[in-house]
C-alpha cells in the first residue's frame, strides 16, 4: 500500500493539517510508504521563517522537518500554489518536489488521505 | 484502477475544486452531503457523476431539478459503487 | 443478481455530531454494508469526531441521540469502535484511566467506544479490504 | 439597534447556519429589529421542497418559515447567487426580497452577524 | 497620547481550542481591551466554542491549557463568561444542574464559566459598546 | 459610518469572496489567522488594510514580503481599530 496524504489548508490557524501530518507520520511509523502533497495555502507549511510563539504553538516548519525521521518518501508540493503564495521551490523549510496536480499523480497511490 | 472519489462540501469550497481536479474520465463522482447541490449548476463535472439520493431529497432537488448525467442512487448503491473499486477518496 | 465476495471495510469519522453531518452519513453507509453481507472490521473517531463517543451529550428530546444510536449499532454488530487517544484528550473525551492519569473530576466515555492510537487506523487502512472517511463539511 | 443575519452556508451538511437562524431568531424575541441576508449556497435554505426525513433532521425550510412568527423584518435574498442555484424568487419556500450584495447594503445595519 | 473615553466590550467566540485558533486570538484581544483601559462586560461561548468551558480537556503537558488559562483571566479581571445552554448540550457540556436534569454519570463545566441562554447574548450585543466574534477558520 | 471589517479565513475560502464585496473604500480591513496570508498575494484589497503581526510572524511572513500598502499591527492596534467604529463585522 502506498499513500499520499494531501494538505490543503494553511498552517496555524486549525488543526486539521495538523492531525492530517500526525496520520501519515504514523503511516511512516509503522513502515507504510506515504508522501505529503501541500497544495493551495497548504504549500504555507513549507515557508522559511515561521515564529509561532506568539501563537502559543509549535512550530510547524519544524514538525514537517521531522518527516525524514519518520521515513517519510518524499514532499511533492503544487507549483501553482507555490506561485499564487510568491513562494519558490528553493527557499522552502524543507527539500520538496515540485509537482504538477493532475489525475494522474494521485492514480500512482492507493490510499489518499485528505483530511 | 479507477478511483471512487466522494466528495460533501458545497461548490463554493476550495476543497471542490481540488476534488474535481483529481477526477480521471475513468472516474467515478460521487456527490454527498452539501455537494449535491452542484447537481443542479450549470458546472459541468467529470466522471461518472451519482449523487446521493436522501441528501438530494433533504434539499429539496427534485429529479427534473438535476442534470440529466446525474444518477441518483441510495446507501446500497453507494455500497455497490465501493465494491468496484478499492482506489476511494473522501474530499 | 450473484452476490461478489464479502469485503471488510474500516471507516474513519473525523466530523463531530450536532455539527456535520458526518456520523448520520456513516451510519446510513455502514448499515448499507451490513445490508449488503459486507462486515466492518471497525470504527475510528478522529478529530472532532470523538465528540460522538460522549456519554454527555443531551441533544433535545426531538433530535436523534447520535452517540446512543452508534453505541447500539456497535453493540447489535459487535463492531469494535476506537476514540484516537491525541483527538480525545485534548478534546475531553476520558476514560476511567485517562481520568485518573490526568488527574480530572469525571469521566465521559461512552461504551463501547474504547479510546487507543493512530496504530488502531494504520492496523484497519492495511487489513482491511476498503477504507472510507467520512469528513464535516467545512 | 438594526442586525442583519448573512447566512452564506448551505443548509444541512453543517450546523453553523442553523445557529446562525436561532441567534437571529433570538434578536426578534428580545424586539430588536432584525433581517436575514442569504447568500452563496445559503440560498437553498428558501428552496421548496425540502424533505430531511431521511437525514433524521428537521427540515429548515420550515424552521425559517418562522421567521415572521418571531418578528423578523426581512428575509433578503442575493439574486445572484439564486440564480447560480437556477432558483427563481416567485417560488422560494418563504417570501424573500431579492437584493445586489453591496457594501451599501451592509451599510443598512449596525450590526452584522456572519457565523 | 491623551485616552480617549473607556468603552465596553462583549466578546463571543465561536470556535473550539485545538481546533481552531478562536479562543486564543480572543484572548490576546481581551488581554489587549484591558491594558488599554478598556472593560469587557462578557464573554458567551457558542457552537464550538463550548468545549473551552471543559474541566476535561487534556493538553499534552507542552502544549497551552486553554480551559485553565482563560479561566484564571475570567476570575483576575472578574469577567462573567456564559456558555450557550443550546450549543452545550448538544456538545456534552454539562454543570451540575442539567447533569441532574438529564440524569447523566458526571458533569464537566470548568468555572467561573456558566451555562445560560441567547438571552444573555442579546444583552451583550444591545448595552455593550462594542461586540466583537472569534470565528473558526473554516 | 466606516466599518472595520476583520477576516481570518484563508483566501480561497468562500467567505474570503464575501467579506471582500462588503468592504467599501472608506472602511477598514483587518487580515487575521489565516487571512494574512492575502498580504503575500498579488489580489488587491479594498479599504485601508491590516494584517495583524502575531499572525504574519506565526506564518513567516517578513515585512519585506507582504504588499506595501498593508499595514502591521499588533493586538493593541488592533483595539485601537476597534475604539474608531462600533460598526465591526467578524467575517
Known amino acids: 500500500m502506498t499513500a499520499l496524504v494531501v494538505i490543503d489548508r494553511a498552517p496555524y490557524g486549525d488543526w486539521r493539517g495538523r492531525e492530517a501530518v500526525d496520520m501519515g507520520f504514523s503511516l511512516a ?41 519518520f521515513g517519510v518518501e518524499a514532499l511533492l508540493v503544487d507549483h501553482k500554489a507555490l506561485a499564487a503564495y510568491q513562494l519558490s521551490v528553493d527557499t522552502l523549510s524543507s527539500p520538496a518536489q515540485p509537482v504538477t496536480v493532475s489525475p494522474g499523480l494521485y492514480g500512482q497511490y492507493d490510499h489518499i488521505l485528505c483530511l | 484502477m479507477p478511483s471512487l ?37 450549470a458546472q459541468g463535472l ?7 439520493s436522501a441528501d438530494l431529497e433533504a434539499r429539496g432537488l427534485a429529479p427534473a431539478d438535476i442534470m440529466a448525467n446525474i444518477g441518483r442512487i441510495d446507501f446500497a448503491g453507494f455500497v455497490s459503487l465501493t465494491e468496484a473499486t478499492s482506489r476511494i477518496i473522501s474530499w | ?68 444510536i452508534w453505541s447500539e449499532f456497535l453493540e447489535t454488530h459487535r463492531v469494535p469502535a476506537i476514540v484516537c487517544i491525541a483527538s480525545a484528550l485534548r478534546r475531553g473525551v476520558l476514560d476511567e484511566k485517562e481520568q485518573k492519569r490526568y488527574q480530572r473530576p469525571a469521566h465521559n466515555l461512552e461504551p463501547p467506544f474504547e479510546i487507543a492510537g493512530l496504530g488502531e487506523w494504520v492496523e484497519g487502512t492495511v487489513s482491511s479490504d476498503r477504507t472510507l472517511y467520512f469528513h464535516p463539511t467545512d
Not at chain 1, 495555502?41 to 521531522?66: C, F, I, Y
Not at chain 3, 452476490?3 to 455530531?17: E, H, Q, R
Not at chain 3, 466492518?40 to 428530546?61: E, K, Q
Open chain 2, 46 to 52: 467529470p466522471g461518472t457523476v451519482f449523487a446521493l
Open chain 1, 29 to 69: 511509523a509503522f513502515d507504510q510508504p506515504v508522501s505529503f502533497l501541500f497544495t493551495g495555502p497548504g504549500v504555507n507549511w513549507l515557508r522559511m521563517g515561521q515564529d509561532a510563539t506568539e501563537l502559543s504553538q509549535k512550530n510547524l516548519a519544524r514538525q514537517l522537518g521531522a518527516a525524514a525521521i
Open chain 3, 1 to 68: 443478481m450473484p452476490k461478489t465476495t464479502a469485503l471488510s471495510f474500516t471507516l474513519i469519522i473525523t466530523g463531530a455530531p450536532y455539527v456535520s453531518q458526518a456520523p448520520q452519513t456513516a451510519l446510513e453507509f455502514a448499515r448499507a454494508v451490513i445490508a449488503a453481507g459486507h462486515r466492518i472490521d471497525r470504527v475510528f473517531l478522529y478529530g472532532d469526531a470523538v465528540h460522538l463517543a460522549s456519554t454527555l451529550a443531551c441533544a433535545p428530546s426531538d433530535e436523534p441521540q447520535w452517540t446512543q
Open chain 2, 5 to 41: 472519489h466522494i466528495v460533501n462540501k458545497a461548490p463554493d469550497h476550495a476543497r471542490f475544486q481540488t476534488c474535481l481536479a483529481a477526477v480521471a474520465d475513468e472516474d467515478t463522482l460521487l456527490l454527498t452531503e452539501n455537494a449535491v447541490l452542484a447537481a443542479v449548476m
